[in-house]
């Protein structure tokens, strides 16, 4: 079915169809032995062809080799033929477009065969009429190449706009297990220890209770800022996002945080000039240190961790979190194995590298992070 637009385009080559046929009648060679029935029978004939135009969209090959093939015979179809031969340009394979042209080619191979004057009005007649079929193809296959550039950039741009809305989704989903897993296995850890402790003092309840409170008080206030990012229309005029993101300075805080749930940690900082790390490569390790203490959490509650930096500029950042191997798998708290994949891939985006798995009788937890010279962008 025909849309609007089709309707106007068809109804466009009509009249341009129609309008050729006028203008060029009298500078048409007719041949001087037609007799006024035929030079009518000629005109009847242009008007039909104009009027075929609107077959162009269902059968162009066969309009074109009709109108080309009357043509030899009837002289107001030139018209009609080119819009014949631009649509099958446009709209057919290149090699259907060949054999097409092949039949024009052969038309004014054999009709200069016959041995016309070339200086004849006959002869001009031809050259001129051969001279548009070679135009009309010729422009249809340009609109034809131009469709198809235009076809291949859109694609282009869709896979784009497809990968970003991955990227974004794969970051989002990063960003949401970086930032609640962690908070909300403080917050098992606490209700775990209620529910093994039944005789706890008051005050051991009381400050369980809050440490649940606050821990989950927090996790909301994550959850906010997160959702706040992704709701900003824009980021900040730096290009970095609008809320404080955290930086290797907020390690320790990770660690008071465990440490008070009852975790026995061990922090080493042993990383030089710190201050120089770049903000994202902080930010980097700050995740995977979050990820390695929740994880020791999940799998191997109760056991002590050992939290490590090390590294200088122009060597690397090595982050390493390692803690026993469960002893009772029954004792764990249920996980996807989703962090560690995130974790990988905020590693090769840093462009560094993370290794996990047991080593010995421990889980070890190891990053590194390329550490150049560049002094930190603030919080």
Same mark, same amino acid.
């Given at each position: 079915?025909?849309?609007?637009? *089709? ?18 009648? *009298? ?5 001087? $032995? ?17 009027? %075929? ?28 033929? %080119?819009?014949?031969?631009? #649509? ?8 259907? &477009? ?16 016959? !041995? ?8 001009? +007649? ?18 034809? +190449? ?5 076809? $291949? ?16 989704? =794969?970051?989002?989903?990063? =960003? ?24 706890? +003092? ?11 409170? *606050? $821990? ?6 994550? %959850?906010?800022? @997160? ?6 229309? #824009? ?6 996002? =609008? ?7 907020? @390690?320790?805080r990770l660690v008071a945080e465990s440490r008070e749930a009852g975790m026995g940690v061990t922090y080493q900082q042993e990383a030089e000039d710190a201050d120089t790390l770049p903000a994202a490569t902080g930010r980097t390790a700050y995740r995977i240190v979050q990820e390695?203490? &929740? ?7 109760? $056991?002590?961790? #050992? ?9 690397? %950042? ?12 029954? &004792? ?24 996990? !798995? ?22």
């Amino acid at each position: 079915m025909r849309n609007r637009r *089709d309707w106007f385009v068809d109804i466009t080559f009509f009249l341009f169809a129609v309008v050729f046929s006028v203008v060029t009648a *009298d500078s048409v060679h007719l041949d001087e $032995s037609m007799s006024g029935g035929e030079q009518i029978a000629d005109q009847v004939a242009g008007g039909l062809a104009c009027a %075929l135009v609107f077959l162009r969209r269902q059968c162009p090959v066969q309009l074109a080799v009709v109108l080309m093939l009357a043509g030899t015979y009837f002289h107001h179809l030139t018209g009609a033929t %080119l819009v014949a031969l631009f #649509t099958v340009a446009v709209h057919r394979r290149r090699r259907v &477009t060949s054999w097409v042209a092949a039949v024009a080619l052969v038309q004014f191979v054999v009709f200069m065969a016959r !041995g016309p004057d070339t200086a004849s009005e006959a002869a001009s +007649s031809a050259f001129t009429y051969f001279a548009l079929v070679a135009g009309a193809i010729g422009w249809g296959l340009y609109v034809r +190449s131009r469709r198809a550039l235009v076809a $291949s950039l859109e694609e282009r741009a869709a896979r784009a706009a497809d990968e970003a809305r991955r990227q974004a989704r =794969e970051e989002i989903a990063r =960003e949401m297990h970086d930032v609640l897993a962690h908070r909300l296995s403080l917050l098992s850890v606490h209700a775990g220890a209620l529910e093994f402790n039944p005789s706890a +003092s008051a005050a051991d309840i009381r400050h369980a209770a809050e440490v649940i409170r *606050d $821990s989950a008080h927090q996790a909301l206030q994550d %959850l906010r800022e @997160v959702i706040g990012v992704l709701r900003a229309p #824009t980021p900040g005029p730096d290009g970095a996002e =609008e809320w404080p993101q955290p930086t290797l300075a907020d @390690v320790g805080r990770l660690v008071a945080e465990s440490r008070e749930a009852g975790m026995g940690v061990t922090y080493q900082q042993e990383a030089e000039d710190a201050d120089t790390l770049p903000a994202a490569t902080g930010r980097t390790a700050y995740r995977i240190v979050q990820e390695g203490l &929740t994880n020791a959490r999940k799998h191997a509650p109760g $056991s002590g961790i #050992t939290v490590a930096l090390s590294g200088r500029p122009g060597e690397g %950042l090595t982050v390493a979190v390692t803690n026993p191997l469960p002893g009772s798998p029954g &004792t764990t708290i249920p996980g996807a194995g989703q962090g560690l994949i995130g974790l990988g891939e905020r590693a090769q985006l840093a462009g560094g590298r993370l290794e996990h !798995g047991p080593r010995g009788d421990s889980f070890v937890l190891r990053a590194w992070l390329p550490w150049g010279g560049t002094k930190a962008v603030g919080r």
